[in-house]
């Protein structure tokens, strides 16, 4: 396989045929983010993705497919359907193929163009939306407004086509962090999200958001402050058919489940922990990783 640089993927896709794409992220400006800082976006040839796709399809084990780097939605439909298309010509095992995918790209394609993808055999699509509140998005410099992610989310939908969110607890850090678990609660209730997958922010030098806290401009909420954060998200988010997941190895309580008939349970649980403040049911730190 063709790999440039390092690869990450969800950790829900460990099993996936992994195939990269794109090379690093077309915004690539995330105050937090240092996953892509030393790729130059640009999307890989046609004969070196082939190439990878004929590699990893002739393993008949595999039945997902992954397509990274982190932008591929980005991508023009033209070139999205060439690859669905093949993979679904020389794999026809394959029962799912997922990407990531930000509001920018999403959002420049019609609802035709994404009811095409869905055809295709894209199954679902990863979104970062990290905040739901509009002084956080513009603090981590997202590139897209609350509003327009959750515009995003709806359209997936609309579409048929799975939407996973990935919200970023501590990303308000201590002085935004109660407006930040509120107005994502918000904005997750109203993007209605087939999957939520809650993580916490890890500062990581070589990134702004790190070089802001050096500086004392930004305080990462302590343990518990951060488990309050995913106290009042998961409270005060309302879902119609949700798969609920904290359990990202960032994560100090490891929690999961459907909601909303498990909502109740999980914030009970949380609410326990909180009161009781007693680390050893927390994850201890050697255990926790990006």
Request: net charge negative.
């Amino acid at each position: 396989m063709d790999y440039v640089g390092n690869i990450f993927r969800p950790p829900s896709e460990a099993e996936d045929l992994i195939v990269q794409v794109t090379i690093g992220c077309s915004h690539n400006k995330c105050s937090f983010c240092a996953m892509y800082r030393d790729k130059q976006f640009m999307p890989k040839k046609w004969e070196i993705v082939k190439a990878d796709l004929d590699e990893g399809l002739a393993e008949r084990h595999f039945q997902k497919v992954f397509l990274c780097d982190g932008d591929v939605m980005i991508l023009s439909t033209e070139r999205l359907l060439k690859i669905l298309n093949y993979i679904k010509e020389k794999g026809p095992h394959i029962r799912k193929v997922s990407l990531y995918g930000d509001a920018r790209g999403i959002l420049h394609k019609s609802d035709e163009e994404l009811k095409q993808l869905k055809e295709a055999g894209l199954s679902m699509v990863y979104h970062g939306m990290e905040s739901g509140d509009a002084d956080v998005i513009k603090l981590i410099n997202k590139g897209a407004s609350v509003e327009d992610q959750v515009l995003a989310a709806k359209k997936l939908k609309k579409a048929g086509i799975k939407y996973s969110c990935i919200i970023l607890l501590g990303a308000g850090g201590v002085a935004m962090s109660e407006q930040h678990a509120k107005n994502t609660a918000k904005a997750l209730t109203e993007a209605d999200p087939d999957y939520v997958g809650l993580l916490m922010l890890t500062l990581v030098p070589g990134t702004p958001m790190f070089d802001m806290a050096q500086r004392g401009e930004f305080e990462l909420p302590d343990k518990w402050g951060l488990l309050q954060e995913l106290r009042t998200i998961t409270a005060e988010s309302d879902f119609t058919n949700c798969c609920y997941s904290a359990t990202h190895a960032s994560n100090y309580l490891p929690i999961a489940g459907y909601f909303p008939g498990d909502k109740a349970k999980v914030v009970q649980t949380l609410d326990r922990v909180l009161a009781e403040k007693n680390e050893s049911l927390l994850k201890p730190e050697w255990m926790r990783g990006l």
